[in-house]
């Protein structure tokens, strides 16, 4: 095995862990199947493609607290999801390689930011306070996050969360709803990415899959044992120099 695919694995099997007990585990395969050699493009749709398993299995773990907010089902939440999720995975193969390649580092800052916000800055919803959003401003806000997690993914689970408990939701129901939702909205990207990209890396998308799945597995053992607030700290400082490092060398 070479040394890029040794990486892959390792970073993969450390996402896996990181998703099930903080979230943000594509910081830590995006740059490791950038450093394999795949064009960033490409690592996205990959990243997007291997981690979806884990996903689902996640969303499916905790689907007995899904719930829709007040005034908005979640049948529509969704429909929603899944048609943005797919309109954001066709935005991203429209886009050409060059282009994405300077987008990138401004992708993965807001990325960073708004991990680094929801986890450290955002205040959350106190308990029996109206909600701070409406249904058709839901409906808009849930739309728009599906269509960036279908195109590039990064801090969705901590956007979702942030709308979801805005539009009423407690803060367990909507951490359990927004990763079915993460789910759904990859599941139209990567049907689409699998129908309609060219060529896909499927030894490195392997690589990253099988690892990641089985030490999601060990995340949620380790669940209550690790400091979520370091692992959090880790992420935002890997976002961190990721971001510099993308802006230095474009």
Not at 27 to 55: E, K, M, W, Y
Not at 141 to 149: C, D, N, P
Request: with cysteine; charged share 10%.
């Amino acid at each position: 095995m070479s040394w890029s695919l040794l990486l892959l694995v390792l970073a993969a099997f450390a996402a896996g862990v990181q998703n099930a007990l903080a979230g943000g585990g594509s910081f830590l395969t995006f740059p490791a199947l950038l450093v394999a050699g795949i064009d960033p493009r490409t690592a996205n749709i990959a990243s997007t493609i291997a981690l979806f398993p884990g996903q689902v299995t996640t969303g499916l773990a905790g689907r007995r607290h899904v719930a829709g907010a007040e005034g908005l089902s979640f049948r529509t939440l969704f429909w929603i999801s899944l048609i943005g999720g797919a309109v954001g995975a066709v935005l991203l193969l429209v886009t050409p390689v060059s282009v994405f390649t300077h987008l990138v580092p401004f992708l993965v800052l807001f990325a960073t930011l708004v991990f680094a916000w929801g986890s450290f800055f955002r205040k959350p919803r106190a308990e029996g306070a109206p909600p701070v959003l409406g249904r058709r401003a839901a409906m808009l806000v849930q739309g728009l996050i599906a269509i960036y997690g279908g195109y590039f993914g990064g801090g969705i689970g901590i956007l979702m969360l942030a709308a979801l408990t805005a539009a009423g939701l407690g803060v367990r129901v909507a951490g359990a709803t927004k990763n079915v939702l993460a789910a759904v909205m990859n599941a139209s990207a990567v049907a689409i990415f699998l129908l309609r990209a060219h060529t896909l890396p499927w030894l490195p998308i392997l690589c990253v899959a099988v690892p990641a799945i089985l030490s999601g597995q060990l995340g949620a053992l380790l669940l209550h044992r690790v400091n979520e607030k370091a692992l959090r700290v880790v992420i935002v400082c890997i976002g961190t120099a990721l971001s510099i490092g993308l802006f230095l060398r474009g």
